[in-house]
Structure formats: C-alpha cells, structure tokens
C-alpha cells in the first residue's frame, strides 16, 4: 500500500515517460553514480538513453512485484547484467539510490515508505542477483 501510494505521487497512474518520470530517473543516476566504481562503468554511456532503458527496467522490477513472475525482458536484462559483470553491491548500491531518489522526489516519504520501496524492488533484485549466481552454476557443469 504504502509502495502503491508513493509511485503514484510520483509518476501518477501510467506508466509513460512523462516528465516527473523523467527527473526522477535523472534524480536516482545523480545518487548512483556517487559511487566511484559505478561512474567508471557508465563513464562512457550514452546517459539520456540509459535514463530511458532505466525507465524500461523499472517497471519490469516493479512488475516482477506485482505478479511474482519474472517477463522474459526481466530474464534478458539479467543476462545481460551477468555478461556485463554487475555484482551483488551493484544491485545493492542501485537499490540504495533508487531510495534515495524517493526520498529526494517523493514529499511524504517517510522511513515506513522507504522500507516499502526496498521490500518492492527486493524479488526482481533478488531474482537478477540469482540468475548470475545460477548461470555460473551453470557453466561449471
């Protein structure tokens, strides 16, 4: 409820790229890439696309959430993070400026909302941090 409640404030009721969507993924990749690891790996990255595909990958977690069964864009996206190497703190470090990206665009965030958000996005993280860790399995069969 509380998850449901803050999306809507902040990209209403579709899912189209308006333009709060649009700052607020701007918002989020300010906060992820205070990292020093996580800038060297978009340094040469085409940003405005990327805050697009991130739109894109957004509502497939938050999808994952909602139905419990990952989309085959979900399964593609995570084998491309595997090939691309992300690791478990990427995900982790994602999840944290995404956080901080509610807090910072969402004005009834609270501690509660923030917990919601981190329990939202958890089965789709969870789901790309296993499909690595499966697909390794995998290979050394």
Same mark, same amino acid.
């Given at each position: 409820m509380l998850f449901d409640e803050s999306?809507?404030?902040?990209?209403?009721d579709d899912v189209t790229l308006h333009e709060a969507a649009h700052t607020f993924f701007e918002c989020f @990749?300010?906060?992820? =890439?205070?990292?020093?690891?996580?800038d060297e790996l978009f340094r040469k990255t085409d940003m405005p696309n990327q805050?697009?595909?991130?739109?894109?990958?957004?509502?497939?977690?938050?999808?994952?959430?909602?139905?419990?069964t990952p989309s085959a864009e979900l399964e593609r996206l995570a084998a491309i993070h595997h090939r691309l190497g992300i690791s478990?703190?990427? @995900?982790?470090?994602? =999840?944290?400026a995404l956080v901080e990206a509610v807090k910072e665009k969402?004005?009834?965030?609270d501690l509660a909302t923030e917990?919601?958000?981190?329990?939202?996005?958890?089965?789709?993280?969870?789901?790309?941090?296993?499909f690595a860790h499966l697909s390794t399995i995998q290979q050394s069969e």
């Open positions: 999306y809507r404030r902040l990209f209403g @990749y300010h906060h992820f =890439l205070q990292h020093p690891e996580v805050v697009s595909m991130l739109h894109k990958s957004f509502f497939q977690l938050s999808a994952f959430y909602i139905t419990n478990d703190a990427h @995900y982790d470090r994602w =999840l944290d969402d004005s009834e965030c917990l919601a958000w981190r329990w939202a996005m958890a089965p789709g993280l969870t789901y790309m941090k296993l």
